[in-house]
């Protein structure tokens, strides 16, 4: 089965600064798509961004990007000119291309320092 | 376009009661997914249906859990006999058909928090 880990229960980061979410996965698949999902104190889930593992370019959405790496199945979520709007809880999951379930990590919960 | 549609937003049982929660998918969305979320934790999966059929629901709790997702109307997750540890936010999510998977993602609702008094 696959698995998600989370190894950072918490961050914090100065707003305008730059921070750093791992992530790291298991699976013995080939093809799949990774996600960073965010959770604001309303609880919404909401897609942050999404990666298909046959790319080997890194995504890139405005101010967050992620760092694939397909052999240490590593999947790191990078936030630039951090803001106070991106706190939250960030979950990083994993989705199997034949498989239809999303497997969520145990999330890191993001604070912004003004 | 509406998103996935959850309600009750908030529902309160006390203890041996039933819970019903209620998902309707986003338009055009075939396939439907719950998941729990205790207290500060992740979210875990409990069950993939598709129209009138259950495909997955290996994260499902044996006893006093079901799930359908009937050809008219919303998916319902039920918990009978409710007890304190089922008190959680209940998430719903849906994804469009097979070929039409926009790059494998779900679209969540903005779930159901079931507390039990």
């Known amino acids: 089965a696959q698995t998600v880990t989370q190894s950072q229960p918490e961050m914090s980061v100065q707003e305008a600064e730059t921070v750093t979410l791992s992530c790291t996965y298991d699976t013995s698949e080939s093809d799949y798509y990774l996600f960073w999902y965010k959770q604001p104190p309303s609880r919404q889930m909401i897609l942050v961004i999404r990666?298909?593992?046959?790319?080997?370019q890194n995504a890139t959405e405005n101010r967050f990007s992620v760092n694939f790496q397909k052999a240490a199945k590593s999947f790191s979520l990078k936030i630039s000119d951090s803001q106070l709007g991106d706190a939250a809880m960030y979950f990083c999951a994993y989705r199997g291309v034949g498989a239809q379930k999303l497997v969520f990590g145990q999330g890191t919960r993001l604070t912004i320092n003004p | 376009n509406a998103g996935v549609m959850q309600n009750p937003r908030h529902l309160v049982r006390r203890r041996g009661q039933e819970a019903r929660l209620r998902c309707s998918p986003m338009?055009?969305?075939?396939?439907v997914y719950w998941y729990r979320q205790l207290p500060e934790e992740g979210l875990k999966f409990m069950v993939y249906l598709q129209k009138e059929n259950i495909i997955d629901e290996s994260g499902m709790p044996k006893e006093r859990f079901s799930a359908e997702f009937p050809k008219e109307g919303p998916s319902i997750l039920r918990i009978q006999q409710v007890v304190r540890g089922d008190s959680a936010a209940y998430f719903c999510a849906s994804s469009p058909t097979r070929g039409r998977v926009v790059a494998g993602e779900l679209f969540f609702g903005e779930g159901s928090r079931l507390t039990v008094l």
């Open positions: 990666q298909e593992a046959y790319k080997q």
């Open positions: 338009k055009g969305h075939s396939h």
